[in-house]
């Protein structure tokens, strides 16, 4: 089980285009959407929450701190935070569980699994960079929403494609989403 939590960053199509993607590929998904992340998604991508729905397993609230998920018990194998807030970023690298997805990502670091945080903000103060490093340092993957030019892009779609795939790469998925150097 993979579990994807969008929070209250721009850039929310790329959470919802690695969910496309995901259930595409018949991955079992449980999806955490924060309360801010909702109004992004209704202003960035005209959605709501609900709509995300069909593309998962399972959605549970990410204000729910009594499920499987936040319980090191729970045997999933990645979790991926796309985008994903300075806040956030913060509570994960100073182990404040408030939340589901902060929960989550802190027993993704203690249980040694994957964990995959994308953040999305600029510029970057000191707390934002020494809070990164925190989450790099317990083993946690920094993948910024940071598109490349060297695959020549032609439209958004493909530099939000260049940034899945990356996810996907370090999720060890095999995908073709980008078209990667000299291949
Ligand atoms: C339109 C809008 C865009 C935002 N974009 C970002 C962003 O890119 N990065 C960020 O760290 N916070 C951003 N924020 C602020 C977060 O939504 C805010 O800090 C919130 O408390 C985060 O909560 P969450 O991490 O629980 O979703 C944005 C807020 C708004 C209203």
Redesign the pocket.
């Given at each position: 089980m993979i579990i994807v939590a969008i929070?209250?960053?721009?850039?929310v199509i790329y959470g919802v285009r690695l969910l496309e993607v995901l259930k595409e590929l018949e991955k079992d998904i449980t999806l955490l959407v924060?309360?801010?992340?909702e109004?992004?998604l209704k202003?960035e991508l005209g959605i709501d929450e609900e709509q995300i729905d069909s593309l998962v397993k399972r959605h549970y609230d990410?204000k729910d701190l009594t499920t499987d998920i936040n319980s090191g018990s729970c045997r999933f194998q990645s979790m991926v935070i796309v985008?994903?807030?300075?806040?956030?970023?913060s509570?994960i690298a100073n182990g404040y569980t408030s939340?589901a997805?902060t929960r989550a990502a802190d027993v993704a670091l203690k249980e040694r699994r994957d964990l995959i945080v994308v953040?999305?903000?600029t510029p970057l103060r000191s707390a934002h960079l020494e809070n990164m490093l925190k989450i790099a340092q317990e083993g946690g993957v920094i993948l910024p929403a940071m598109p490349a030019f060297y695959h020549q892009p032609q439209n958004i779609d493909e530099m939000v494609d260049f940034v899945v795939g990356k996810i996907l790469d370090i999720l060890r998925i095999d995908n073709q989403l980008y078209h990667r150097w000299q291949e």
């Amino acid at each position: 089980m993979i579990i994807v939590a969008i929070t209250g960053a721009s850039g929310v199509i790329y959470g919802v285009r690695l969910l496309e993607v995901l259930k595409e590929l018949e991955k079992d998904i449980t999806l955490l959407v924060t309360e801010p992340a909702e109004i992004i998604l209704k202003h960035e991508l005209g959605i709501d929450e609900e709509q995300i729905d069909s593309l998962v397993k399972r959605h549970y609230d990410a204000k729910d701190l009594t499920t499987d998920i936040n319980s090191g018990s729970c045997r999933f194998q990645s979790m991926v935070i796309v985008p994903c807030t300075m806040k956030t970023i913060s509570a994960i690298a100073n182990g404040y569980t408030s939340n589901a997805i902060t929960r989550a990502a802190d027993v993704a670091l203690k249980e040694r699994r994957d964990l995959i945080v994308v953040p999305r903000e600029t510029p970057l103060r000191s707390a934002h960079l020494e809070n990164m490093l925190k989450i790099a340092q317990e083993g946690g993957v920094i993948l910024p929403a940071m598109p490349a030019f060297y695959h020549q892009p032609q439209n958004i779609d493909e530099m939000v494609d260049f940034v899945v795939g990356k996810i996907l790469d370090i999720l060890r998925i095999d995908n073709q989403l980008y078209h990667r150097w000299q291949e």
